[in-house]
């Protein structure tokens, strides 16, 4: 149990023991909107009404119960709220120790009790560009699923890359038709994607490519030919490159699935499903109708008898449940697939399939010029936006650290672009559109990852410059080393530590709201908070017992603001 819910289950137990009866749980307690009124304060309308009396009575008298000693420094009723200020040098003493002694765990919890959530996300297609848009898929899913596995979840990130549809076939008729003597470039994966472009743009207004497209992917589907052996060859190529994309930003998944893998059983499933009258012929197409449950109709087969999702999400979802026994099964999709999730989720329950199903939504990515899309090629590929973004970093390092090594300069460069990356498309609620703007992802100052690796960068220089005054600092002397935490005096040294401790109530919340945007926002909070401090307050010319407290007090801010980091799916860096 963590500092303050420790206090809080302390608090609520002597108020309940004063009152006679158990009416306070440490859920009550919040926090005031003002850190002058106090530490925590307890509402007390809810009691009001249990004991009918007023509020400001029930503050009053229960304030009265509250003991006041090492762990408490004061409290008074304000009103209808008991506001209780805790001591200082007992609240900084206990989060740096508890910061300190769990390291990298600090903020996990077991609420999760070990379930089984699968988290599908970066469903990629191949035969497509792969853009700055499907970052932000990528982005969340992966910050999501650490967040399920910093809550207690056994949480099974995977990949499900739709290489079977329409489009493939419309990427390779343009590929015969206007690349086949051409060499290939080395990105192959990258190459398909353009060719996807211009087929859209071909075909356009051409109907007889229109049923040329129609007779090419029904030849794929017959799993024989050259079209076949085509696609087969051209699926590596973009493979091949989600593999590299998973690999340069960190990304892993425990298994990857395939929508070819899925069609053929999918097909005999809709003829099973036809047969028991479940799903039903209509024009020429085959559906699953709905409308009793205020979904419309669901399309399984088009009149030309070739597949949609649906043939290959029923029987993918299925054997998820079955393989993998599934406790919780979520998908990150765009939010233009809401109603078609509400309708997989539907037929499944229908099949018997009863678990917890969760859509993840999020909004578009646009450009400062505009909307992005990926027929049009108005889009930033995500090669272009690898190039752009290092080749910035890179020479914005080089200007601050001429003696490092091209090899050092990289790696660090990469970090910080990177981090700009997944902080810009998890920074703010999913159900909000991003205009992503490389100038202000990049800034090192506001809300941005570079902020808060420099944050990061900074205390650890401080700490070195520590080190060459033969002070204990370090995270790997932490377990011995000590520290009077009597020395803190400054009210912002108490307002950082209660900061940290709020960490794993905001992991907590974030596990539970699949929001990597409330651990963003925390640790731009806490880095501006360390920020003030430091211009504010001395460290290292301060009296030596002082800037040892003071140290201590910074390492478990830099140890915090690594674990949110990562949590983010973001490595901070030693040097910036």
């Given at each position: 149990m963590y500092f303050l819910e420790q206090v809080k289950e302390k608090l609520g137990e002597e108020i309940n023991k004063a009152l006679g009866q158990s009416l306070v749980v440490p859920e009550n307690f919040v926090y005031p909107p003002n850190l002058e009124m106090g530490d925590l304060s307890l509402p007390c309308f809810d009691l009001a009404k249990e004991m009918e009396k007023s509020p400001v009575e029930v503050a009053n008298e229960i304030a009265k119960s509250v003991k006041i000693g090492k762990e408490i420094k004061g409290a008074k009723a304000a009103g209808p709220y008991l506001n209780i200020i805790l001591n200082p040098s007992f609240?900084?003493?206990?989060?740096?120790?508890?910061?300190?002694?769990?390291?990298?765990?600090?903020?996990?919890?077991?609420?999760?009790?070990?379930?089984?959530?699968?988290?599908?996300?970066?469903?990629?297609?191949?035969?497509?560009?792969?853009?700055?848009?499907?970052?932000?898929?990528?982005?969340?899913?992966?910050?999501?699923?650490?967040?399920?596995?910093?809550?207690?979840?056994k949480s099974i990130p995977v990949s499900y890359i739709n290489d079977f549809g329409i489009h493939v076939a419309k990427t390779l008729w343009a590929y015969l038709k206007f690349y086949k003597d051409e060499p290939l470039p080395s990105n192959k994966g990258n190459f398909l994607g353009q060719a996807y472009v211009r087929a859209t743009k071909e075909?356009?207004?051409?109907?007889?490519?229109?049923?040329?497209?129609?007779?090419?992917?029904?030849?794929?589907?017959?799993?024989?030919?050259?079209?076949?052996?085509?696609?087969?060859?051209?699926?590596?190529?973009?493979?091949?490159?989600?593999?590299?994309?998973?690999?340069?930003?960190?990304?892993?998944?425990?298994?990857?699935?395939?929508?070819?893998?899925?069609?053929?059983?999918?097909?005999?499933?809709?003829?099973?499903?036809?047969?028991?009258?479940?799903?039903?012929?209509?024009?020429?197409?085959?559906?699953?109708?709905?409308?009793?449950?205020?979904?419309?109709?669901?399309?399984?087969?088009?009149?030309?008898?070739?597949?949609?999702?649906?043939?290959?999400?029923?029987?993918?979802?299925?054997?998820?449940?079955?393989?993998?026994?599934?406790?919780?099964?979520?998908?990150?999709?765009?939010?233009?697939?809401?109603?078609?999730?509400?309708?997989?989720?539907?037929?499944?329950?229908?099949?018997?399939?009863?678990?917890?199903?969760?859509?993840?939504?999020?909004?578009?990515?646009?450009?400062?010029?505009g909307m992005m899309s990926s027929r049009t090629g108005n889009v930033i590929t995500y090669e272009e936006l690898k190039d752009q973004m290092i080749a910035r970093t890179i020479e914005e390092t080089k200007k601050r650290h001429e003696?490092?090594?091209?090899?050092?300069?990289?790696?660090?460069?990469?970090?910080?672009?990177?981090?700009?990356?997944?902080?810009?498309?998890?920074?703010?609620?999913?159900?909000?559109?991003?205009?992503?703007?490389?100038?202000?992802?990049?800034?090192?100052?506001?809300?941005?990852?570079?902020?808060?690796?420099?944050?990061?960068?900074?205390i650890n220089s401080i700490i070195k410059k520590a080190r060459k005054q033969a002070m204990p600092t370090g995270r790997q002397e932490s377990k011995k080393a000590s520290f009077d935490a009597s020395k803190l005096t400054e009210e912002k040294e108490k307002d950082l530590a209660l900061k940290m401790a709020k960490y794993p109530?905001?992991?907590?919340?974030?596990?539970?709201?699949?929001?990597?945007?409330?651990?963003?926002?925390?640790?731009?909070?806490?880095?501006?908070?360390?920020?003030?401090?430091?211009?504010?307050?001395?460290?290292?010319?301060?009296?030596?017992?002082?800037?040892?407290?003071?140290?201590?007090?910074i390492n478990a801010v830099a140890q915090v603001i690594k674990n949110g980091l990562y949590l983010l799916g973001i490595e901070t860096v030693d040097e910036m």
């Open positions: 609240a900084i003493k206990n989060v740096i120790e508890e910061v300190i002694e769990m390291e990298e765990r600090f903020g996990t919890n077991e609420s999760g009790k070990k379930k089984k959530v699968m988290i599908e996300y970066s469903n990629a297609n191949t035969h497509k560009e792969y853009h700055v848009g499907h970052l932000r898929n990528i982005s969340y899913g992966d910050s999501v699923s650490r967040l399920l596995s910093a809550n207690g979840y075909l356009e207004n051409n109907e007889p490519g229109k049923k040329e497209i129609e007779i090419f992917m029904q030849r794929i589907e017959s799993h024989k030919g050259e079209e076949y052996e085509l696609w087969e060859e051209t699926r590596k190529w973009s493979i091949s490159q989600f593999a590299e994309i998973y690999k340069e930003l960190g990304v892993e998944f425990e298994h990857i699935f395939y929508e070819n893998e899925f069609v053929d059983a999918g097909l005999k499933l809709v003829a099973e499903l036809k047969a028991k009258g479940f799903l039903k012929d209509s024009q020429g197409a085959v559906i699953a109708d709905l409308e009793p449950y205020g979904l419309s109709v669901l399309l399984f087969l088009r009149s030309d008898g070739t597949a949609l999702y649906p043939v290959a999400d029923v029987p993918l979802a299925m054997a998820k449940f079955e393989k993998y026994k599934l406790d919780k099964s979520i998908y990150v999709v765009d939010i233009r697939q809401s109603l078609y999730f509400k309708q997989l989720f539907k037929v499944l329950e229908l099949l018997g399939y009863k678990k917890e199903m969760v859509h993840l939504g999020y909004d578009f990515v646009k450009l400062p010029s003696d490092w090594s091209s090899e050092k300069i990289r790696d660090v460069a990469w970090k910080i672009a990177v981090g700009a990356i997944k902080f810009e498309m998890i920074k703010v609620s999913p159900q909000s559109m991003i205009t992503f703007d490389i100038n202000e992802a990049l800034k090192f100052d506001g809300f941005t990852a570079a902020y808060l690796q420099y944050t990061c960068a900074r109530e905001i992991i907590k919340k974030a596990g539970e709201n699949y929001s990597p945007a409330e651990v963003a926002k925390y640790l731009f909070e806490l880095g501006k908070e360390f920020n003030d401090y430091y211009h504010a307050v001395p460290v290292l010319k301060a009296e030596e017992d002082i800037t040892i407290a003071r140290l201590a007090l």
